[in-house]
Structures are given as structure tokens and as C-alpha cells.
T-cell receptor, first 114, second 114 residues
Framework: ETGVTQTPRHLVMGMTNKKSLKCEQH?????MYWYKQSAKKPLELMFV???????ENNSVPSRFSPECPNSSHLFLHLHTLQPEDSALYLC?????????????FGDGTRLSIL | AQSVTQLDSQVPVFEEAPVELRCNYS??????LFWYVQYPNQGLQLLLK??????LVKGINGFEAEFNKSQTSFHLRKPSVHISDTAEYFC????????????FGSGTRLQVQP
């Protein structure tokens, strides 16, 4: 298995539920990212981890909680979400956090909040 | 802070015709530039990147882009498109100082018609 794998591919949850999104990369990279992709809006960077340390939190509400236990795995824990949080959540990885490094993306988790 | 503008939200074109997707950026420092493609129900895939050197960059699937520093542009071109090129195309920029994360444009939907 290669590349960046995200699970689940689709998730429907109520506003009071707690769920987690998972991302795993098999590229030997050291930086991982969470993005939110909403309809008709540019991709929004949410979090950046470099060598397991969070290096950027782009003013994301606390109902989104990231976790990076090692350089290969990244989680996004969700609780008490709002309808406007419905979107495609994309995970990416790069060799390190360098600006010249291209990012490799997973296929995303389509999240729908009821 | 850096920003990216993709001037066309949709570009319809006939099969085997040439196409240009426009991208302009704004930054006070030197930048790295990327084009990504997103097929339906998939994540983003790197098409090409400009880091330094020759301003004409060739990528996968027959695409190329030209970096124009004076016009702060990085337009994507293909001399002859195929039906399979139908997808969303994103221009992205990162700065080599300060905040180094990618900033994406809002995307251009390329619709290739038979």
C-alpha cells in the first residue's frame, strides 16, 4: 500500500456525536496536514504537523482536535460539530515542512453534519 | 501575506483544442508555485511545480506552465486536451520565508466537450 490513505471515505453524523477521521501515509514523510474543502471556496489549511509537533493551527474552532502520534498517522477528532462543518476533509503529507516540498493528498473524507 | 487568484471559475473547451488556465499570485517575497488537479471524488494530485531556474515547467499529462515574475503569473497550458482532462485545477503558492504553508486559489473547472 502506498500514498496517503484516509478513512472513512464518507461520514454522516449528528451535531452531538463524536467521531474521528484517520489519515495514514506510506511515503516516509515527516510533515502532515489537514485541509477543509468546502463548495466554491479555496482549500483552507487547518493544521500542520512537522516531526509530530503541531507547527500551525489556522484559527480552527476547538470542536476540531488533531492528533499526530507519529509521523505516519494523523487524526482529526470531531465533537459537537455544526452544519457549516459539512465539507471534504483532505489530509496531505510532504517530506518535511519545507515550502518547496510538494504535498501528497489523500482522497478525503466527505463529512455531512445532520 | 501571499494570495492566489484564479481568474476563471470554469473553462469549457472542445476536445483536441488548446487551453490556458490563468493564475496570478501576490507575495512580498520569493515564492514557489504549484498546479494540482482534482478528479471527481479524489484528492489533489501534483501536476507540476516551479522552484527556480527555467521559467517554463513541464508536468505530467502533457501540461506545462510558465512563471512570469514581472506579471506575477503562473498560467497552465496544454496544446491539445482530452476528455479525460475534465477536472478541477488548483494553483498554489508557498513562500520561502515566514509562513511556508501552501495557499490555494479557488480552482478552475475544466470541462472538455467532445
Amino acid at each position: 500500500e502506498t500514498g496517503v490513505t484516509q478513512t472513512p471515505r464518507h461520514l454522516v453524523m449528528g451535531m452531538t456525536n463524536k467521531k474521528s477521521l484517520k489519515c495514514e501515509q506510506h511515503l516516509g514523510h515527516n510533515a502532515m496536514y489537514w485541509y477543509k474543502q468546502s463548495a466554491k471556496k479555496p482549500l483552507e489549511l487547518m493544521f500542520v504537523y512537522n516531526f509530530k509537533e503541531q507547527t500551525e493551527n489556522n484559527s480552527v474552532p476547538s470542536r476540531f482536535s488533531p492528533e499526530c502520534p507519529n509521523s505516519s498517522h494523523l487524526f482529526l477528532h470531531l465533537h459537537t460539530l455544526q452544519p457549516e462543518d459539512s465539507a471534504l476533509y483532505l489530509c496531505a503529507s510532504s517530506q518535511d515542512g519545507g515550502a518547496h516540498q510538494p504535498q501528497h493528498f489523500g482522497d478525503g473524507t466527505r463529512l455531512s453534519i445532520l | 501575506a501571499q494570495s492566489v487568484t484564479q481568474l476563471d471559475s470554469q473553462v469549457p473547451v472542445f476536445e483536441e483544442a488548446p487551453v490556458e488556465l490563468r493564475c496570478n499570485y501576490s507575495s512580498s517575497v520569493s515564492v514557489y508555485l504549484f498546479w494540482y488537479v482534482q478528479y471527481p471524488n479524489q484528492g489533489l494530485q501534483l501536476l507540476l511545480k516551479y522552484l527556480s531556474g527555467s521559467t517554463l515547467v513541464k508536468g505530467i499529462n502533457g501540461f506545462e506552465a510558465e512563471f512570469n515574475k514581472s506579471q506575477t503569473s503562473f498560467h497552465l497550458r496544454k496544446p491539445s486536451v482530452h476528455i479525460s482532462d475534465t477536472a478541477e485545477y488548483f494553483c498554489a503558492v508557498s513562500e520561502n520565508t515566514g509562513r511556508r504553508a501552501l495557499t490555494f486559489g479557488s480552482g478552475t473547472r475544466l470541462q472538455v466537450q467532445p
